[in-house]
């Protein structure tokens, strides 16, 4: 029964092979020599100073957070697709589905509402609003 | 060092894998952007179009000691510099070579007399494969260096368990 | 104006301890107390027919009895130029480990004075009274010593570094072993280098301007000539047709 998926199989092994042989080799055959000195930051040859964490911005993190919740929503449409037309019903079936999408669109309403789709934010268009 | 450096027969198969070796890390040494005074003008002029370094694969300067094969240390090491100077070594990963380009790395140059503040000769910090004397040596005369680092290359003793000289063996310094 | 008329303006100005003009030299200087220098700077920076608004330099040169501060002055309006100099004398038994010449700082009458005057008191040890930022400039800030003064000390190392010609590689240093071979300590005033006596077997006077020094030179060429090709000595040497 799995004999249709030998070709998998070949490839796969091809694959873990290809990736292991040189990290093994290498791992072999390089110096390794570390010490204190070499295994200090660097920066630019002076005594490393500051955090090594950096804060980041949040703007990143919204964006793929925001990227995440319709890139599984695509997901979750394609099965949908596919066995679309062995409903008996397709009418429900389609107004589920356009629910469905909706209601995440709604969400997209309100990130986009916040603010949050933006990734420039200027400080003079709300001036010119207050005055 | 690897597992298997230094640990194999000194036979023919194993000096043949060990001049491959050598061959490949001798033409593709990529150095450190490391310019401190004058001499740095005639090394960004080996990089250069006329006296093309790239042709012996060493044009692929890096800017990080993490991922360069050697430094030239172009000029005057002061007291200050030579600090900074240990530390970029200290940070290359094996193998790494060093090229002592100009009188005052070689051996303090003008300032060997009177210099209060200056390293006599960049020896005294790292330790030196290559000496290019001159103030500033020609274009030519680093290329010929480096070739000649590329000769010292392939005399090193990868696997196979020849006498290393003592600046290989040295465990501190690679 | 010339130096003559500029000095003439300097010393009807009504300050006191402005010496006399020196023409001596290249440059004519005028010889001020130290006390005069700074109000002297400013006469000279605000009056209209001398109006010297660039300061050039601040250097200070080491003399047996005394150490002179030198002032470049310059004037882009009316294109004339001044040279100031302030001895401050050398007490008894001053040298380099308990003499610090004191002199007003001229940093208030112009700015650039700050930098140069910084560079002085870190190569030569003068102090500025007065100075905004009185630290060093060119060498690290932990360096003890003033090392242009004629009777400085070369040190052996700085943190760490081995700072002399046969020192010992920090990588070559065992636990236990000296960073140098021992060696008589260095009087202050010594070179750190003292080349071996004869690199070269040519005679000091061979060549130059004078005539026997040139046949001292034409009796080594031939002597050279000689011994690459042997058989063609002969007369003068090879010039152009």
Redesign the interface.
Known sequence: MFLTYHAVLVFLITGVVMVCTPLVLG???????P?P??S?P?EC??DPVGDAQIRFDMRFYSAALIFIIFDVEIALMFPWARVFQGFPDRGLAAIEGVIFVLILGLGLLYVWAKGDVTWIKSFRSRRRVQD | ?????NSLPDIAPVRGVDAAINWGRGSSIWPMTFGIACCAIEMMAVYAATFDLDRFGAGVPRA???QSDLIIVPGTVN??M???????Y??????RYVLAMGACVC??GPY??????????V?????VDIFVPGCPPRPEALMDGILKLKEKISREAVFARRERSAREM????? | MNEQGLHGRLASSGIAGIGALDSSARDPFVVLESAALVPALTFLRDQPDTRMEVLHNVTAVERPDAMELVYHLCSLTHHHSLTLKVKVPRPEGGNHDNWRPEVPSVAGVYSAAIWHEREQWDLLGVRFAGNPDHRRIL??EE?IGH?LRKD?V??TD????????D?V???ERRPGQPSQPPKPPRPAGT?????PAALSKRPVGAGGTTDEGRKQAEALEKDRLARRAPGTGAGGTEGKP
Do not use: S
């Open positions: 791992a072999l055959f390089r110096p390794r020599n010490y000195e070499k200090m660097y040859a002076e | 060092m690897g597992v298997l450096n990080t000691p993490r007291a200050k030579a600090v900074r100077v240990k530390r970029l200290d940070q290359m990963a094996e193998p051996g303090g060997v007399k009177w210099g209060y503040n200056t390293v006599k000769g020896h005294k910090v790292i330790p040295d465990a501190r310094y690679g | 060498l690290p360096w090392p400085y070369y040190p700085h943190g760490g570094i081995p700072l002399e010609l020192a590689p920090l990588y070179p750190l280098f003292q080349p």
